[in-house]
């Protein structure tokens, strides 16, 4: 069983910066894939990056495209969600989630194409 545990959320102001974190944990596979998601309230769920750990292709929403960034490290089975110029829209949960294979231009967007998701790490950011 994997277990992922995200950390790094909380409150930041408009034009700032925050960094999440995702350590995975139990049983890992050395061809899957890491994603981050987020659901606002009264919304679904929505991706906003992903990447495969070999050899590393990534993947962003629009709406992020140019201030995240998604980074791993492999030794520590981490991921990390680099956020800057954040806006008040950024404001939501922000999931991490594991897929037991790379993902490709068909399923890195899908909810359902992952198979593990963490608790969820609240990011809010004021205007």
């Known amino acids: 069983q994997v277990q992922l545990i995200e950390s790094g959320g909380g409150l930041a102001q408009a034009g700032g910066s925050l960094r999440l974190s995702c350590a995975a944990s139990g049983r890992t596979f050395s061809r899957d894939a890491m994603g981050w998601f987020r659901q606002a309230p009264g919304k679904e769920r929505a991706f906003v990056a992903a990447i495969n750990w070999i050899p590393g292709s990534t993947y962003y929403a629009d709406s992020v495209k140019g201030r995240f960034t998604i980074s791993r490290d492999n030794e520590k089975n981490t991921v990390y969600l680099q956020m800057n110029s954040l806006k008040p829209e950024d404001t939501a949960v922000y999931y991490c989630?594991?897929?037991?294979?790379?993902?490709?231009?068909?399923?890195?967007?899908?909810?359902?194409?992952?198979?593990?998701w963490g608790q969820g790490t609240q990011v809010t950011v004021s205007s």
């Open positions: 989630a594991r897929k037991n294979t790379p993902v490709n231009s068909s399923t890195y967007y899908r909810v359902s194409s992952y198979n593990y």
